[in-house]
């Protein structure tokens, strides 16, 4: 057996436990190994995967879902209701992912663990939060602005985080700290 087809094999075992960990009811813990959340979650970080169902979501949720037999965490956005898909983009991605359905949803991302630090409190909740109303600002001008090309999408999810990276948004708005000056 060749290379990739071993770490097909292994990672397709991997999808088969952790779904049937999560249906005995247990969370399981996952190390993240890739880029597309930062800077919320970094290589190396632990993440603690929940079972969940689709109708349990609420836009800003990071999910887990199983495509082309690997693990993939990014944050949920939509459903799209009549394809049973949900439609979900990493905090660093510009564009979003293709539709995933409903089955290949894992689970949801209750806990973050970077050394002593966590998402659930202190910096890492106040950057998941500060994301998550960022990125829902996003999601709502490309809706307002009903267009459908990737150009107004980039252009809109570029300028924000111009704005984030020098803390202009949270600077003048009543409520939302400033991340940057945040450990994280």
Not at 127 to 132: A, I, P, R, V
């Amino acid at each position: 057996m060749d290379r990739d087809a071993q770490k097909d094999c292994i990672d397709q075992q991997l999808v088969e436990m952790v779904r049937k960990r999560l249906a005995e009811g247990e969370t399981v813990a996952v190390t993240v190994n890739g880029r597309s959340m930062l800077p919320l979650l970094r290589p190396n970080d632990t993440i603690q995967i929940a079972s969940t169902q689709p109708e349990q979501l609420a836009r800003g949720d990071i999910i887990t879902i199983e495509t082309g037999g690997e693990l993939l965490t990014h944050r949920f956005w939509d459903y799209l209701e009549k394809s049973q898909q949900l439609k979900t983009r990493g905090d660093r991605q510009q564009n979003f992912d293709n539709p995933h359905n409903f089955r290949q949803l894992v689970g949801c991302v209750v806990r973050r663990e970077r050394g002593d630090l966590q998402f659930q409190q202190g910096a890492g909740r106040w950057l998941n939060e500060y994301l998550k109303w960022i990125l829902a600002i996003s999601y709502k001008l490309e809706h307002l602005l009903k267009k459908d090309s990737d150009h107004s999408q980039t252009t809109i999810h570029r300028a924000l985080f111009r704005l984030l990276r020098m803390g202009t948004i949270g600077a003048a708005t009543a409520g939302v700290k400033v991340v940057e000056s945040l450990p994280i």
